[in-house]
C-alpha cells in the first residue's frame, strides 16, 4: 500500500481553499496583500502541523482560523503601537478592524461573495493589464509565481515583482472590498471578463514562443468562468464568455496536427471536438440569450462559435448567419480584427470578390500592419480567386510577420503550394 | 486535467437508506464543487439487476448476460466528471466525498480521462 504524500494533499487543499481563504481574510484585514500574507503563515503552520496530526476533516475552516488569529494578533500589536504613538485616529481604526476580525469567521453563505469581491480586487483598472492577470491567477487560480511565469514565458521574478507591485498599488489606492455598484458595475464586470478571456487566450493561441497552445491557461481561465457565473448568475455577458471559452476549447484537440502544426477551423476533423464541451457551450449560450435584452460582444462571439459547432461538416457552415453575427459584431466592438474575421465571413457567404473588397478597406489600416492573419487571409482570398503568384506573396509576408514557429512553417508552406501553381 | 470518479461497492451489502440531513450535506458538497468550477458533470448508477453484459466471442458471435452480476464490487451510487489542475486535487475531491458519505470502506476511484487539453505528444 503506497500512501499519498502529505505534502502533495497540502499543495491540493490549498489549490482548492487559497482563494476563499484570501478573499474571506481580506474582508477581515482589508488589504489584499496583507491577507495573502496571514493565509501563507497559515498554509506554513499546516504544512508543519498536518503530516503528524494527519489532514482536519475541514481543511478550509482550519487555515482560516489560524489565519484569523494571526490576523488579530497582529492587529493587536498594531494597535498597541498606535496608541503608544498616541495616533488615535489610526487607534480607532485598528480597533474597528479588530472588532470585526474578533467576530465569527465568516458564514459559509459570504465566501461566494467575498471570492467575488476578491475577483473585482484582482482585475481592478488601477492595475495594468499584466498585473490583473498575474494577481487573478495567483490569488483566485492558486497558481504559483513559478508557474505563472512559465505560463507566460517570462522570468519568474518579473511576475514576482509584478504581483508585489499591483499588491503596493491596491494599498495606496485604498480600493474597497466591495461589488461595484449598478453605475460602475458594467465597466468593472467588463474588465473582469477581459482578464479571464486574457488568460484563456494566451493558453489558446499562444503569441510567442515553439508551442501553438498552453492547455493549462485555457483550464485555468474556463475554471475561472466557471466560478463567475456560479457567482454572478444573472450576468448574460458572464455566460457568453464562459460560453465562447468551452466551445473554442471544444476544437482544442482538433486545431493541432500530428506535428504539432495548427490546423483551420474549415480543415478540421470535427469527430475529434469535444461534443462535452460544445453541449456546455452550447447551454451556457442558451442562459445568456434567455436572460434577454440584445447580445453583448462575448455572446456574440459565442453565437459565432456556436454557429460553427452545429455544423457537422465544414461545408454545411452557416456563413450567411455568420457573415450577419459579424455585422453585429462589428457593430458592437468595432475593430479592424473583427471586420478582418467578417471579411472571412463574407467570402464565404458571398464570394472571394466580396471578401477581397472588404480585405482591401483595411489594407491601409495601421493596427493591423504587423498583424499576420491579414496578409493571411488575402492570399487564402486570392489563392481561391485563382490568382496564385499574388496569394504566395502574401502567404511570405504573414509567415514574416507570426512569431509563432509552427504558424511560420504552415504559411511558409502555403507559400510554396500557391508558388508552385502560379508556376504551372 | 479530466478524472472520471465512480464509486465501487457490493450490492449484496444492505446500506442504510442516507438520511436528510446526509443528502442536504452531499447537495451542498455537489453545489461547492459546482462553484469551485470543478464538476462538469455527474450521474446515478441503477442497481446492475438493471445491467446487461454484453461480450464479443468466438465466430462473431455475442454472450449477452441480464444482470446482477457475480463480481465481488460493482459500480454503484453515482459517477462524477470532474476538472481539476492535477491528479492530487482530484483524490483531495474524492476524500471530501468520501467523507460526506460517511461509511468505513466506501471506495473511490479515480481515473483520468483524456479531454481537449491533453494532446498527444508532438510527432506521436
Known sequence: ?424 | MRFFCYTLGDENVPMAQPTEAEMGAMGAFIGEAIQAGVLIETGGFAPTSEAVKVEYAAGGTFKVTDGPFAEAKELIGGWALIQTSSRDEAVEWAKRFLRIVGIVGAESRVRQVFGPSDFEPAGG
Open chain 1, 1 to 424: 500500500m503506497t500512501g499519498q504524500n502529505p505534502n502533495r494533499a497540502i499543495d491540493s487543499v490549498w489549490r482548492i481553499e487559497s482563494g476563499r481563504l484570501i478573499a474571506g481574510l481580506t474582508r477581515i484585514v482589508h488589504d489584499v496583500g496583507l491577507a495573502e500574507d496571514l493565509a501563507q503563515d497559515a498554509l506554513m503552520a499546516a504544512i508543519q502541523q498536518w503530516p503528524e496530526s494527519g489532514v482536519p476533516d475541514n481543511p478550509g475552516a482550519w487555515l482560516m482560523t489560524v489565519a484569523r488569529h494571526r490576523a488579530i494578533d497582529l492587529l493587536r500589536r498594531q494597535a498597541l503601537l498606535a496608541r503608544k504613538h498616541e495616533e488615535l485616529g489610526r487607534t480607532l481604526e485598528i480597533q474597528q478592524v479588530l472588532a470585526l476580525a474578533e467576530r465569527a469567521a465568516p458564514a459559509d453563505d459570504d465566501v461566494g461573495d467575498d471570492l467575488l469581491r476578491l475577483l473585482f480586487i484582482t482585475c481592478h483598472p488601477v492595475l495594468s493589464r499584466e498585473a490583473r492577470v498575474a494577481l487573478t491567477l495567483r490569488l483566485i487560480g492558486a497558481l504559483t509565481t513559478d508557474e505563472i511565469a512559465r505560463a507566460f514565458l517570462v522570468p519568474e521574478p518579473t511576475v514576482a515583482q509584478r504581483i508585489v507591485r499591483a499588491r503596493r498599488t491596491l494599498t495606496a489606492a485604498n480600493v474597497p472590498f466591495e461589488v461595484p455598484g449598478p453605475v460602475e458595475l458594467r465597466a468593472r464586470l467588463d474588465a473582469v471578463l477581459e482578464v479571464i478571456y486574457l488568460i484563456f487566450n494566451e493558453g489558446y493561441s499562444a503569441t510567442a514562443g515553439d508551442e501553438w497552445m498552453r492547455p493549462g491557461l485555457c483550464e485555468d481561465a474556463l475554471r475561472l468562468g466557471r466560478i463567475l457565473a456560479e457567482l454572478m448568475p444573472g450576468e448574460p455577458e458572464v455566460h457568453g464568455l464562459v460560453a465562447l471559452m468551452e466551445i473554442q476549447e471544444s476544437r482544442a484537440r482538433a486545431r493541432i496536427g500530428p506535428g504539432g502544426e495548427p490546423i483551420l477551423l474549415l480543415d478540421q476533423d470535427r469527430s475529434r471536438w469535444d461534443p462535452l464541451l460544445i453541449r456546455r457551450g452550447l447551454a451556457a449560450l442558451e442562459r445568456s440569450e434567455a436572460l434577454g435584452g440584445s447580445l453583448g460582444p462575448y455572446a456574440v462571439q459565442a453565437a459565432i462559435a456556436a454557429c460553427h459547432a452545429r455544423a457537422r461538416r465544414a461545408a454545411e457552415t452557416d456563413w450567411l448567419r455568420l457573415a450577419a453575427l459579424y455585422d453585429a459584431l462589428a457593430q458592437l466592438t468595432p475593430s479592424p480584427i473583427v471586420e478582418l474575421n467578417r471579411a472571412v465571413a463574407v467570402g464565404m457567404a458571398f464570394g472571394p470578390a466580396a471578401g477581397l473588397e472588404l480585405i482591401d478597406a483595411l489594407a491601409s489600416e495601421p493596427a493591423l500592419k504587423a498583424y499576420h492573419l491579414l496578409p493571411s487571409v488575402r492570399g487564402d482570398l486570392l489563392a481561391r480567386l485563382d490568382r496564385p503568384a499574388e496569394a504566395a506573396l502574401e502567404f511570405r509576408r504573414a509567415a514574416d510577420l507570426t512569431r509563432n514557429v509552427r504558424e511560420r512553417t504552415m504559411l511558409l508552406e502555403r507559400a510554396t503550394d500557391s508558388a508552385g501553381k502560379a508556376i504551372r
